[in-house]
C-alpha cells in the first residue's frame, strides 16, 4: 500500500457539513438533533447504541433517504438539492462490499468503471496499487479472504476520486492482523488528505484509528471532539480492595468519595471481568489516593490494592449513553 491516492486537498477543507438534521418517520422522531462537520485529512468516528439513529443518519448523509430537516453538504454541496454533485465528491463501503464472486478483481472494477465518467484503465490500475492488490487482482473474487474482499470494495470506492470516504463497520469480520492492516491503510488515506468517515461497533479500535468521533444516543449527538478531550472530560475511577471491606467503604464515604453502585454501567468488561465482586469502585481524582490510603490505615483497615483506571473511549461512551449496547 504504497502508491498515492491522488487527492490534493486543502488540509483545514470542510469535506462533510451536517447541520441539525432531523428525521421522522410515522410519528417517531428517530434522528432528533445530528450536527456535526468533517475536514479533510481527518478519521471522524460515529458511535451509537442501539437506536440511536445512528443508520438513518449515514443513510441522509448518501441521499438514501431524505431529511425531514436540517442538511448535509459535501464539498459545499447540499446534498437533497445538488445530489449529483454532492455525491460526485463520495466514495462509500458497508460492511462486506457486494463484489461479483465469479469475475475476477479487476473485472469487477471494471464493471464499476463503465459507470463512472472519466475512470479510465490507467485509473483502475492506480486504485490495485493503493489498495496492494496487484499480485492478486485477476484472480476470481471467490478465491480472495475477506480483508482481500474488502480491500476490493474499498479500490471501488477510490476509483472516483473522492474527497470523502464513508466506511460503514469497515472492520466487520475481519481477524486482527486485517484490522491492522486496514488501520494503518484508512491513515495514509487520510494523510494523503481525503475525508474518512468511520462508524463501527469495536470502540477500541475507534480510539486508535480516529482523529475525533461523535457519539449519539436517542437521535441527538451528545459529544463531538478528539478522543483526548472527550476522555479527559470524563470521569476518573479508582478501584479499592479493602479489608474488612464495609469500614473502609463507610471511611470512603464519610470522606465525600462517590460509591458506584453500578460498575457495569461505566466500566467496559475487560476491567470488570479482573476487579473482583469485593472491589469498590469510586469515582474520585487520583490526586486524593494518597490522602485516603494514610486515613484508612490509621483507622486499622488493610489497604490490599488500588487500581486508577485509565480513561477509554468505551468507558466514556457507557457513562453517555447510560450503558447501552453499541449497534
Given at each position: 500500500m504504497t502508491a498515492k491516492s491522488n487527492v490534493a486537498i486543502d488540509n483545514h477543507q470542510t469535506v462533510l457539513s451536517v447541520q441539525h438534521l432531523k428525521k421522522k418517520i410515522g410519528k417517531k422522531w428517530i434522528v432528533k438533533d445530528v450536527t456535526f462537520e468533517v475536514q479533510s485529512g481527518e478519521i471522524f468516528g460515529?458511535?451509537?447504541p442501539n437506536g440511536a439513529g445512528k443508520t438513518t443518519t449515514i443513510r441522509m448523509l448518501v441521499d438514501l433517504i431524505r431529511p425531514t430537516e436540517g442538511y448535509v453538504q459535501i464539498c459545499g454541496y447540499d446534498v437533497q438539492r445538488q445530489p449529483e454533485q454532492a455525491l460526485a465528491y463520495v466514495g462509500s463501503i458497508v460492511e462486506n462490499p457486494e463484489m461479483y464472486t465469479y469475475l475476477t478483481g479487476w473485472?469487477?472494477?471494471?464493471?464499476?468503471?463503465?459507470?463512472?465518467?472519466?475512470?479510465?484503465?490507467?485509473?483502475?490500475t492506480e486504485v490495485v496499487e493503493i489498495v496492494a492488490l496487484s499480485a492478486r487482482?485477476?484472480?476470481?473474487?471467490?478465491t480472495y479472504s475477506l480483508g482481500m474482499r474488502q480491500r476490493l470494495g474499498i479500490a471501488q470506492a477510490l476509483l472516483?476520486?473522492?474527497?470523502?470516504?464513508?466506511?460503514?463497520?469497515?472492520?466487520?469480520?475481519?481477524?486482527?492482523?486485517?484490522?491492522?492492516?486496514?488501520?494503518?491503510?484508512?491513515?495514509?488515506?487520510?494523510?494523503?488528505?481525503?475525508?474518512?468517515?468511520?462508524?463501527?461497533?469495536?470502540?477500541?479500535?475507534i480510539q486508535l484509528l480516529c482523529d475525533r468521533v461523535a457519539i449519539i444516543s436517542h437521535g441527538?449527538?451528545?459529544?463531538v471532539g478528539t478522543v483526548e478531550e472527550l476522555i479527559a472530560d470524563g470521569a476518573n475511577y479508582v478501584i479499592w480492595k479493602l479489608d474488612p471491606r464495609q469500614k473502609g467503604e463507610a471511611l470512603l464515604r464519610s470522606a465525600g468519595?462517590?460509591?458506584?453502585?453500578?460498575?457495569?454501567?461505566?466500566?467496559?468488561?475487560?476491567?470488570?471481568?479482573?476487579?473482583?465482586?469485593?472491589?469498590?469502585?469510586?469515582?474520585?481524582s487520583p490526586d486524593h489516593i494518597a490522602a485516603l490510603v494514610s486515613q484508612l490505615v490509621n483507622q486499622g483497615i488493610l489497604v490490599e490494592s488500588?487500581?486508577?483506571?485509565?480513561?477509554?473511549?468505551?468507558?466514556?461512551?457507557?457513562e453517555m449513553t447510560e450503558g447501552e449496547g453499541i449497534e
Open positions: 460515529f458511535l451509537g473485472e469487477n472494477l471494471e464493471h464499476f468503471a463503465r459507470m463512472m465518467p472519466g475512470v479510465d484503465t490507467k485509473r483502475i487482482i485477476h484472480d476470481k473474487v471467490k472516483g476520486q473522492p474527497k470523502l470516504l464513508i466506511m460503514d463497520e469497515p472492520t466487520n469480520g475481519l481477524d486482527p492482523k486485517g484490522i491492522k492492516e486496514l488501520r494503518v491503510f484508512i491513515r495514509r488515506l487520510a494523510e494523503e488528505g481525503m475525508a474518512v468517515f468511520v462508524s463501527s461497533h469495536l470502540l477500541s479500535e441527538r449527538v451528545l459529544a468519595i462517590h460509591i458506584v453502585t453500578d460498575p457495569d454501567s461505566v466500566l467496559d468488561v475487560s476491567i470488570l471481568a479482573g476487579i473482583g465482586e469485593h472491589a469498590i469502585v469510586t469515582m474520585m488500588v487500581q486508577k483506571i485509565n480513561p477509554t473511549l468505551e468507558q466514556l461512551f457507557l
